[in-house]
């Protein structure tokens, strides 16, 4: 009796060891890049629309202003006129504009213990 099996080289071997060790990164990596996304995207568009609110901003002007959110951000990440925008170009601009630096805070956090002094 003859054993049907199918040798592989060690650089075939290698290469499906690497092709499957990447997919399972990448979906490490999507899943960690969705959690940071509910973790701070949503937890910064939270405080805004909540500061909207306390400025007065009710459901018309709020759901007005999420929806041009909705279309901005669909627009830097297909391009504009050929060209992608980037948070770091939007940021600039807002800081060139208008002084607003998404960089700075009023309150001191102490990095080591994440707390407010």
Do not use: P
Not at 12 to 32: F, G
Not at 33 to 60: N, T
């Amino acid at each position: 009796m003859k054993a049907r099996y199918v040798t592989v080289s060690q650089s075939e071997l290698d290469e499906k060891v690497h092709e499957l060790a990447m997919k399972i990164l990448q979906e490490e990596k999507d899943a960690m890049y969705e959690a940071v996304r509910i973790d701070v995207f949503d937890q910064a568009l939270a405080c805004c629309f909540i500061a909207l609110e306390q400025m007065g901003w009710r459901k018309k002007r709020l759901t007005d202003f999420f929806n041009m959110l909705d279309d901005v951000t669909h627009m830097m990440y297909t391009g504009i006129m050929g060209r992608e925008m980037t948070t770091r170009d939007a940021q600039k601009h807002l800081k060139d504009t208008y002084g607003i630096d998404f960089s700075y805070s009023r309150y001191d956090y102490d990095e080591d213990e994440s707390e407010v002094k």
